[in-house]
């Protein structure tokens, strides 16, 4: 295990901070809310993710391979999710234009329903699960290292992106500004879908 584990950590930490659906969530979500009020989202996103590699080590992988349709269900409720997602960002306006309550951060449970109806990425830990199989003999055991290392490097990654889209805030002082940044974020989020189809 020792020698193939440096491997896995370096395919996670690639994958979960290269741009993306998540990431996009998490910068828009550092912009209008600010680091801290975000982390929530974040680890949300994060325990998602590390849900998602410790079922494709279990064996879901090859259920879902089985049943196609489950497979379609799962892109179309991914697409809805992430453009309603996408609308949401893009059309808020500066932050002390919104009532109270249309400025609450998206929380933990927001951030795991990304994960879990992203066919994105259970594409990513299933491909894991299959290429990192020799971790162990054990499903068990590769559940909990594939679930810890997804959700180690999430967490990692995905504050930067919030830390680099609470930083570009401060940047933004008129209205023009925010619009500009959250229609932009928006259309980056509705992107994110592309792979998922071309795939």
């Known amino acids: 295990m ?12 690639v994958a979960t901070i290269t741009p993306g659906g998540a990431t996009t969530l998490a910068t828009a979500s550092g912009v209008r809310f600010g680091f801290q009020r975000s982390l929530p989202l974040v680890f949300g996103i994060a325990a998602g993710l590390a849900v998602l590699a410790a079922s494709a080590a279990s064996g879901l992988a090859a259920l879902l391979q089985g049943l196609p349709g489950l497979g379609l269900g799962l ?5 809805a999710y992430l453009f309603w997602l996408a609308w949401r960002i893009g059309s808020a306006g500066t932050p002390d234009s919104q009532a109270a309550d249309a400025t609450r951060p998206l929380g933990f ?7 879990l109806v992203n066919p994105k990425a259970w594409a ?15 499903p068990l055991e590769l559940a909990v290292v594939m679930a810890g290392t997804f959700g180690a490097a999430a967490v990692g990654s995905l504050c930067l992106w919030c830390a680099g889209g609470s930083l570009l805030a401060r940047a933004l002082s008129k209205d023009w500004q925010w619009r500009m940044v959250n229609v932009t974020l928006g259309l980056l989020l509705a992107a994110s879908v592309l792979p998922i189809w071309i795939a």
């Not at 892109?75 to 697409?79: N, R």
């Open 75 to 79: 892109k179309l409720a991914g697409t």
């Open 109 to 115: 449970a927001a951030g795991a329903a990304l994960l």
């Open 124 to 138: 990513m830990v299933f491909g894991a699960a299959a290429s990192f199989a020799s971790l162990s003999a054990q």
């Open 2 to 13: 020792p020698e193939v584990f440096p491997s896995l950590l370096l395919f996670a930490v």
